[in-house]
């Protein structure tokens, strides 16, 4: 997640399919906890947040987007994994290029070469409900 000691920027894709939302899995394995995060990743120095979101898709998980536009700005401050970051999010809402990413459930995707996450469609409703954690919470004001 971030180092300790560190603002991370990221820019993070809001895409949705009627009442369902495309976001990463994520696990805190000191809280035992499974979490979801919209997709997306950090701003490179020198880049602008929206080129960092269009990188980020087409690295993780191949997809090119559009109908990109600029939401919003959520500042983070947590403890994962017992360690504490700190994020600034640019907040994008946009669209997959491509009509096949909105007929799978899931996929999987690396991060790294040692570092998989899983994501997938899930419905609003069932983070608005608190059956599933979405992270931050700010994020539901943009729901």
Known sequence: ?????????????LIRDGERIFVS???DSLKQETYYRALGGGVDFGETSQAALKR????????????????????SIFICNGKQGHEIIQLYECDFVDSKFYQLESLIFSESKNHQHKALWVDIADF????????????????
């Open 128 to 143: 608005k409900s608190g059956k599933l954690r979405l992270v931050p919470e700010d994020f539901f004001a943009y729901l």
């Open 56 to 75: 980020e898709f087409q690295e993780e998980i191949q997809a090119d987007l559009t109908n990109i536009n600029y939401v919003g700005c959520i500042e």
């Open 25 to 27: 899995e994520g696990y």
């Open 1 to 13: 997640m971030s180092k300790l000691g560190k603002i991370r920027v990221l820019a993070l894709g």
